[in-house]
Nanobody, 121 residues
Framework: QVQLVESGGGLVQPGGSLRLSCAASGNIFRINAMGWYRQAPGKERELVAAITSGGATNYADSVKGRFTISRDNAKNTVVYLQMNSLKPEDTAVYYC??????????????WGQGTQVTVSS
């Protein structure tokens, strides 16, 4: 089994910062890519940022220049999302996502349980 556990959400004022963490664990052979998605009330889930095993990154236009995705170099099963200059429209449940190959050499997409980020004064 594979688990993704997120942490770091919370309430922050506009202009503030938060850092989200996601740790993957379980029967993992290889992580191909990890990323963060978010879903606001009444809206579809959308990609925020992603990072491949080679270190290539991709960001939604709405967060470019404000958010940074990174990995723990010692533990490539941990990914972070540094969120700066937060805006009320960043309010959403943020989900960690992993494209990985399990120990049984089965490739699949896995999701965390989500963490709430609320940007409000």
């Amino acid at each position: 089994q594979v688990q993704l556990v997120e942490s770091g959400g919370g309430l922050v004022q506009p202009g503030g910062s938060l850092r989200l963490s996601c740790a993957a664990s379980g029967n993992i052979f290889r992580i191909n890519a990890m990323g963060w998605y978010r879903q606001a009330p009444g809206k579809e889930r959308e990609l925020v940022a992603a990072i491949t095993s080679g270190g290539a990154t991709n960001y939604a236009d709405s967060v470019k220049g404000r958010f940074t995705i990174s990995r723990d170099n010692a533990k490539n099963t941990v990914v972070y999302l540094q969120m700066n200059s937060l805006k009320p429209e960043d309010t959403a449940v943020y989900y960690c996502n992993a494209d990985l190959t399990s120990s049984s050499i089965s490739r699949g997409i896995y999701w965390g349980q989500g963490t709430q980020v609320t940007v409000s004064s």
